[in-house]
């Protein structure tokens, strides 16, 4: 559903036609506002909400341009390039990058947040206490540390 916040209480402007099964678990915004990228890689008509295709699943973000989609999955972080308007895969980078594994937990961590470097220069990727960096300049650089517990 969509809401306009800018009038009082936030009133429902517009629901889906369709049930859509993504979880929600983060969204992509195109700069244009056109188009949106769920978690499961659905990627909708943000004015109708309506499925538009599909690109891989895993946190994603649109190139400052608009042009690309980077999606990125885990827990060993593969970084996808889309091309926005036709949402054909342009390539796949494998970085030797990983997630923990949480103690005693089947379910290894996957990236929450992709964030872009300045001048299009690669990616920080975020997925529990792991920062992923991926720079683009100079061929392939990828480095993965763990933040700091307080």
């Not at 700069?31 to 895993?58: C, F, H, I, Q, Y």
Request: glycine residues 8%; hydrophobic residues 40%; proline residues 9%.
């Amino acid at each position: 559903m969509k809401l306009d916040v800018s009038l009082p209480n936030a009133p429902i402007v517009y629901q889906a036609p369709q049930y859509l099964y993504s979880s929600g678990a983060s969204t992509a915004i195109s700069p244009n506002g056109e188009r949106l990228v769920l978690s499961d890689g659905e990627v909708l008509r943000a004015t109708e909400l309506t499925e538009d295709g599909a690109v891989g699943k895993g946190v994603a973000l649109f190139s400052d341009d608009g042009n690309q989609i980077i999606s990125t999955i885990g827990p060993q972080i593969m970084v996808n390039r889309y091309d926005a308007r036709t949402l054909d895969l342009i390539e796949s980078i494998q970085t030797p990058c990983r997630l923990p594994n949480p103690s005693n937990s089947p379910f290894p961590i996957s990236p929450i947040a992709i964030q872009v470097l300045p001048n299009n220069y690669g990616w920080v990727i975020i997925g529990g206490p792991t920062i992923c960096l991926i720079h683009l300049a100079d061929g392939l650089f990828q480095s993965g540390f763990e933040i700091p517990s307080h």
